[in-house]
């Protein structure tokens, strides 16, 4: 399936407080809209426990030597076709 990403305003800001840089956010952009809808299908397996209407897509990444982990909340259910960003979880 060709899956289409979605992310709101908020889910954008909140990954702009994160604290990385410029190559940094360029790079968890490039998960979200490159490797997320890629994998979609292997990863919509992983049910959120909590609300198994989502999926959770997890990952880290090293920026300006500091590990950041990343835990979105995706919603595969609402629309064919579309993947919505719900919710990012923020870790170092």
């Known amino acids: 399936m060709n899956w289409h990403v979605i992310v709101r305003t908020k889910i954008s800001q909140a990954i702009g407080r994160c604290g990385l840089s410029r190559q940094g956010l360029i790079r968890v952009y490039a998960r979200v809209y490159g490797e997320l809808p890629a994998r979609a299908d292997q990863l919509r397996r992983r049910r959120d426990p909590a609300d198994p209407d989502y ?34 979880k923020h870790s170092i």
């Open 55 to 88: 999926f959770l897509y997890r990952f880290a990444l090293r920026d300006a030597g500091i590990w950041h982990t990343f835990s979105f909340r995706v919603d595969d259910v609402s629309a064919p076709s579309y993947l919505f960003i719900k919710e990012v």
